[in-house]
């Protein structure tokens, strides 16, 4: 499956949350992150993730889709990360 995964959390824990998503995506910008995972990663990330998390003032969504080719990615301005560097 296809994610973009998107985190709003306190300063305090945006280090701990920017290393979580690296380990199972790729960096785009800042809190947005993207990539193929399997349905048993994800799961292991969203809880991870609520184990970093303060529920009552952090976020994370996670849109997903079969195939990353169903999105259509339109950038305005500038690209922080681009894929299209990988092999």
Same mark, same amino acid.
Request: charged share 30%.
């Given at each position: 499956?296809?994610?973009?995964?998107?985190?709003?959390?306190?300063?305090?824990?945006?280090?701990?949350?920017?290393?979580?998503?690296?380990?199972?995506?790729?960096?785009?910008?800042? !809190?947005?992150? =993207?990539?193929?995972?399997? %349905?048993?990663?994800?799961?292991? @990330?969203?809880?991870?993730? &609520? /184990?970093?998390?303060?529920?009552?003032?952090?976020?994370?969504?996670?849109? !997903?889709?079969? =195939?990353?080719?169903?999105? %259509?990615?339109?950038?305005?301005? @500038?690209?922080?990360?681009? &894929? /299209?560097?990988?092999?």
């Amino acid at each position: 499956m296809y994610v973009i995964a998107v985190y709003d959390v306190n300063e305090k824990r945006v280090g701990k949350m920017l290393k979580l998503c690296r380990r199972y995506l790729h960096w785009v910008q800042n !809190s947005v992150f =993207e990539g193929e995972i399997t %349905e048993v990663k994800l799961r292991e @990330l969203s809880q991870k993730a &609520l /184990d970093i998390m303060n529920p009552a003032e952090d976020s994370l969504i996670i849109f !997903s889709s079969r =195939e990353a080719r169903r999105l %259509e990615k339109n950038i305005l301005g @500038l690209e922080k990360n681009s &894929l /299209d560097k990988f092999l």
